[in-house]
C-alpha cells in the first residue's frame, strides 16, 4: 500500500502554475517538492509559497529532489522537448494543453511515451470539472433521449497583444489553439471522436498575427452537430459554457449552476453549482496521481490528448482552405500500448 504523497516538480512559475499551487495545497495525495523556471526569482516566489525548493534548471530540480511527476505548466513551443527529456528519465508529466503546437511535435512525444514505464498526457481542466462529469453521466442515462446538437463557447476579451499566446512561434496559433484546445477535449468527451470539422475567422479586433474570434462547426462520427465560439474579442456574457439539445429534452452546463429539463418537465432539474476552478484542478492532479499509482488511464488519456492535436491540427486547415476538414487519427489510433 503507498503511504506517501506523490512527489511532484512543477515547471513553468507563471499564470496557470498558481492554480497548481492551490491544487496541491488541498491534494492529501500530491506534494509538491520543487518549482523550476527560467526565472529563479519566479520559482523561488512560488518555492517559498510551496514549503519546497527552486531551480533555474528543470533536470537539476529532477536530480536533487527525487520527485517522481511533474506539472509542466511552460509555454507551448517549450512541451515537446522538456516532455521528451522528462520522458527519458522515467518521469510521469501532466502536461498542459495544448500537448503540442503540431502533429510532428505531438509524435515526438509519442515515441518518448512508447520508450518510457511514465504515464504522459495533457492537462485540461474542463473534464475534471464535477458538473462536466455528471453531465456526461446524466447524457449517458439518455434524461434527453438521443444527443442531436452540441453548443460550447469559451468568449471572453482578454487583450492578447503583449502576450506569448499572440506569438505563433510559441503559441502554434491563436484562440483556436489556445481556448480550443479545451473545446476539443470535451466536445469529444461528451460525443466521442470527430470525423469533420469546418472553421470560419471572425473579424480580427486585435493588432495580433493570429485568430482571435472563430467559429466551428463539427460532425461527430456518431453524426452529432456541433458549434463551437471562440474569442479573445468578445464576450457573450452566456451563462452556460455547454449547451446539449436532444430528442427528449436540453442540459445546460453553467458557470454558476447546471441543469437539464425533459420534454415532459414543467421545470428545470439543478444538477452542479457551476464551474470552481480549484476544485477541478485538484480532481485533475488527484486522477492524474490515480493513474500513476493504479496504472489505470487517467481521464484524459494520452489518446485523448493525441486526438486533440489532431483535431485542432484539422482545424488549421478547414480556416486556411475555407472547407470541411476531415479529422485524421494515425497518430492516436497508434497508441496500443496504454
Ligand atoms: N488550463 C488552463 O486553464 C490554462 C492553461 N494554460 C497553459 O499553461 C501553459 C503555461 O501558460 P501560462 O501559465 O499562461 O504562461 P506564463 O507565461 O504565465 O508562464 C509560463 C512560465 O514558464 C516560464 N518558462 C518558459 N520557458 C521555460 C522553460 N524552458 N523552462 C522553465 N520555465 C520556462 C516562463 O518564463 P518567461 O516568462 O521568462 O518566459 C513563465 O514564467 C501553456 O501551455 C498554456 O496553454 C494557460 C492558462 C490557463
Ligand atoms: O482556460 C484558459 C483561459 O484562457 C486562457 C487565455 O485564453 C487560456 O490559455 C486558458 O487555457
Redesign the pocket.
Known amino acids: 500500500m503507498i503511504t506517501h504523497a506523490t512527489r511532484f516538480g512543477l ?7 498558481q ?1 497548481y499551487l492551490l491544487a496541491f495545497e488541498k491534494s492529501k495525495d500530491a506534494q509538491l517538492v520543487g518549482v ?4 529563479l526569482e ?1 520559482a523561488t516566489a512560488m518555492a517559498e509559497r510551496a514549503h519546497c525548493s527552486a531551480f ?1 534548471d ?1 533536470l537539476a530540480m529532477i536530480e536533487e529532489t527525487d520527485c517522481e511527476a511533474v506539472v509542466l ?4 513551443v ?2 515537446p522537448e ?1 516532455t521528451c527529456e522528462l520522458l527519458k528519465r522515467n518521469i510521469h508529466v501532466l502536461c ?3 500537448l503540442a503546437v503540431g502533429l510532428s511535435e505531438a509524435k515526438l512525444m509519442l515515441a518518448a511515451a512508447e520508450e518510457s514505464t511514465a504515464i504522459l498526457t495533457m ?3 474542463f473534464r475534471y470539472s464535477s458538473d462536466i462529469v455528471a453531465a456526461k453521466s446524466l447524457i449517458a442515462s439518455g434524461v434527453i433521449g438521443d444527443v442531436v446538437l452540441f453548443e460550447n463557447a469559451f468568449t471572453a476579451r482578454v487583450d492578447m497583444s503583449h ?3 499572440s506569438d505563433p512561434s510559441i ?1 502554434g496559433g491563436g484562440v483556436l489553439i ?1 481556448n480550443g ?2 473545446s476539443v477535449d470535451i466536445t469529444r468527451y461528451f460525443l466521442g471522436p470527430i470525423a469533420e470539422i469546418r472553421v470560419v475567422e471572425g473579424l480580427r479586433i486585435q493588432d495580433i498575427a493570429v485568430e482571435d474570434t472563430v467559429q466551428i462547426f463539427v460532425r461527430s462520427a456518431s453524426g452529432v452537430m456541433g458549434s463551437i465560439d471562440l474569442s479573445w474579442s468578445l464576450n457573450k456574457e452566456l451563462d452556460n459554457y455547454v449547451s446539449i439539445y436532444g430528442s427528449a429534452g436540453t442540459l445546460h452546463v453553467g458557470w454558476k449552476e447546471s441543469k437539464y429539463r425533459r420534454a415532459e418537465d414543467e421545470q428545470w432539474t439543478i444538477f452542479g453549482n457551476g464551474y470552481n ?1 480549484v476544485d477541478a484542478f485538484t480532481n485533475q492532479l488527484n486522477d492524474f496521481v490515480t493513474s500513476i499509482r493504479s496504472g489505470e488511464l487517467p481521464r484524459i488519456s494520452l489518446q485523448d490528448a493525441l486526438a486533440s492535436v489532431e483535431v485542432i491540427d484539422a482545424c488549421y486547415n478547414a480556416m486556411w482552405e475555407s472547407s470541411w476538414s476531415q479529422v485524421g487519427s494515425e497518430l492516436s489510433e497508434s497508441v496500443g500500448f496504454q
Open positions: 515547471i513553468g512559475a507563471g499564470a496557470i502554475a492554480s523550476t523556471d527560467i526565472s519566479a533555474s528543470y505548466c511552460t509555454p507551448p517549450t512541451h522538456i498542459e494543453k495544448p492537462a485540461s481542466k502576450r506569448w499566446n503559441s489556445d484546445t479545451h476552478k
